[in-house]
């Protein structure tokens, strides 16, 4: 028997790669993806999974409750990516971060729990732990978020914890490290400082580069919700992390020397509020289940790189560039 999916914020960066990674690894699946196409939602890309006969795309808004209440009935699991991710936007004008990512995931959980589906999946991020001087931080770590788009997550989190404890729903909570890869949208920092260089220019570097992320490549993370739909356990938090922290000076110097620039085409900029120094999570959770991330950073940093070099088609237009 098929399984029905329906996945939100499919048109972006992870959900897109999700739904990738689910036609491909399951034959029958049924996927429908709901997006509202926001900025980051790209219409190119939902056009290319609509290839496939098992993918249905909704424009919609997962705070739409009558929508959501007609689309919910009939799936097995609801894969939640939507989400407003971005912090420097979150600083701008927060009420959209608190609309989509708190209230939008509350009317989707309860919609589901009603609906009886089996499970749902909130997609969180390791920035619900604010910034990690050193070590690495459990599922039981303190929340302690430095912007409104990771407060936001935050109360997410705790409300898609509160239906397994008040109603006994099965909801599993991921949080993950920094993702690159193919479809990311050329504001986040690999997909911007390669279009940047790829069409002559420059990047910014914030403050003086020591910043510290956990890269993990995008199919690592899709592998790693996937196997959690049968293998992870209802009422769990489980991170996702590749243990390839790299400080963003040292990020940025490898994407220069793959592209054949040195520093001079680094423009150093203030850092940004809610900045946070480092993130790094304890991933023996999931780890202990069987996933680890198959890609090592090198090999794919050069692989979507070389993404970014030959689908100007999908990421100029995005830029206000030419296809």
């Given at each position: 028997?098929?399984?029905?999916?329906?996945?939100?914020?499919?048109?972006?960066?992870?959900?897109?790669?999700?739904?990738?990674?689910?036609?491909d690894h399951?034959?029958?699946?049924?996927?429908?993806?709901?997006?509202?196409l926001?900025y980051?939602?790209?219409?190119a890309?939902?056009?290319e999974?609509?290839?496939s006969?098992?993918?249905t795309?909704v424009?919609?808004?997962?705070?739409?409750?009558a929508?959501?209440?007609?689309?919910?009935?009939?799936?097995?699991?609801?894969?939640n990516?939507?989400?407003e991710s971005?912090v420097?936007?979150?600083?701008?004008?927060?009420?959209v971060?608190?609309?989509?990512n708190?209230?939008?995931t509350?009317?989707?959980?309860?919609?589901?729990?009603?609906?009886?589906?089996?499970?749902?999946?909130q997609?969180s991020?390791?920035?619900?732990y604010?910034?990690?001087?050193?070590g690495?931080?459990l599922?039981?770590?303190?929340?302690?978020p430095?912007s409104?788009?990771?407060a936001?997550k935050?109360?997410?989190?705790?409300?898609?914890?509160?239906?397994?404890?008040?109603?006994?729903?099965?909801a599993?909570?991921?949080r993950?490290?920094?993702?690159?890869?193919?479809?990311?949208f050329?504001?986040?920092?690999i997909?911007?400082f390669?279009?940047?260089?790829?069409?002559?220019g420059t990047?910014?570097?914030?403050?003086?580069?020591l910043?510290?992320?956990?890269w993990?490549?995008v199919?690592d993370?899709?592998s790693?919700?996937?196997?959690l739909?049968?293998a992870?356990?209802?009422?769990?938090?489980y991170?996702?992390?590749?243990?390839?922290?790299?400080?963003?000076?040292d990020?940025?110097m490898?994407?220069?020397?793959a592209?054949?620039?040195?520093e001079?085409?680094i423009?150093?900029?203030a850092?940004?509020?809610?900045?946070d120094?480092?993130?790094?999570v304890?991933?023996t959770k999931i780890?202990a289940?069987?996933?680890?991330p198959a890609?090592?950073?090198?090999?794919?940093?050069?692989?979507?790189?070389?993404?970014y070099?030959?689908r100007?088609?999908?990421?100029g237009?995005?830029?206000?560039?030419?296809?």
């Amino acid at each position: 028997m098929s399984r029905r999916y329906l996945v939100t914020g499919g048109a972006g960066f992870i959900g897109s790669n999700f739904i990738r990674y689910v036609l491909d690894h399951e034959p029958d699946a049924l996927v429908t993806n709901l997006d509202l196409l926001t900025y980051a939602g790209v219409e190119a890309t939902v056009d290319e999974l609509d290839v496939s006969e098992r993918h249905t795309f909704v424009r919609g808004d997962i705070g739409d409750q009558a929508l959501v209440e007609s689309l919910v009935p009939g799936h097995d699991v609801v894969v939640n990516f939507a989400a407003e991710s971005h912090v420097d936007r979150s600083i701008d004008g927060p009420s959209v971060f608190l609309e989509t990512n708190v209230v939008g995931t509350g009317v989707l959980i309860d919609a589901a729990r009603r609906h009886d589906v089996g499970l749902f999946l909130q997609v969180s991020t390791d920035e619900v732990y604010g910034s990690i001087a050193e070590g690495f931080a459990l599922e039981d770590a303190p929340l302690e978020p430095s912007s409104p788009y990771s407060a936001s997550k935050a109360a997410a989190d705790l409300l898609v914890r509160s239906y397994g404890i008040t109603f006994g729903y099965n909801a599993i909570i991921t949080r993950c490290t920094n993702n690159y890869g193919p479809y990311q949208f050329p504001e986040k920092v690999i997909p911007l400082f390669v279009s940047n260089l790829l069409e002559g220019g420059t990047v910014p570097l914030y403050g003086n580069g020591l910043n510290e992320r956990d890269w993990l490549y995008v199919e690592d993370h899709c592998s790693a919700i996937h196997m959690l739909v049968d293998a992870g356990t209802p009422g769990e938090i489980y991170n996702i992390g590749a243990n390839a922290q790299l400080p963003n000076i040292d990020l940025t110097m490898a994407i220069l020397g793959a592209l054949g620039y040195d520093e001079s085409k680094i423009v150093e900029v203030a850092d940004r509020l809610g900045h946070d120094l480092r993130y790094a999570v304890d991933s023996t959770k999931i780890r202990a289940l069987g996933w680890a991330p198959a890609h090592p950073f090198e090999e794919r940093l050069d692989d979507t790189i070389q993404w970014y070099r030959d689908r100007q088609d999908w990421w100029g237009p995005l830029k206000g560039g030419s296809s």
